[in-house]
């Protein structure tokens, strides 16, 4: 079971780091994505990271966000700086224990999700 946490409110400009245990798995075997949903909005995909490390970002937060993982701890991490109000959402963790290639976006690819932890930005 994924557990994502370390959400919560900030200011506009401000910073966030949001973790996501998994346990059982190893890191450097599957994808691991970032997903966000926004009221009355469809989930979109944030970041991912594969399992040779590398990862990709959705256009909106390229340059704010990033994705990292600690494989002894078996956590990613997301550190989101220069956080905007339209980045206010539900945010979910997710693993793609079936999926083949390169690490994808789209929620359809991955698996496993995590209960979602709350990001809100506003003054």
């Known amino acids: 079971q994924l557990q994502a946490s370390g959400g919560g409110w900030v200011q506009p400009g401000g910073s966030l780091r949001l973790s996501c245990e998994v346990p059982?798995?190893?890191?450097?075997?599957?994808?691991i994505g970032w997903f966000r949903q926004a009221p009355g909005k469809e989930r979109e995909g944030v970041a991912t990271?594969?399992?040779?490390?590398?990862?990709n970002y959705a256009d909106s937060v390229k340059g704010r966000f990033a994705i990292s993982r600690d494989n002894a701890k078996n956590t990613v991490y997301l550190q989101m700086n220069s956080l905007k109000p339209e980045d206010t959402a539900t945010y979910y963790c997710?693993?793609?224990?079936?999926?083949?290639?390169?690490?994808?976006?789209?929620?359809?690819?991955?698996?496993?999700w995590g209960q979602g932890t709350l990001v809100t930005v506003s003054s």
């Open positions: 997710a693993i793609a224990l079936y999926g083949l290639g390169n690490c994808r976006l789209a929620a359809s690819y991955y698996d496993g």
């Open positions: 059982g798995f190893s890191l450097d075997y599957y994808c």
């Open positions: 990271i594969g399992r040779s490390g590398s990862t």
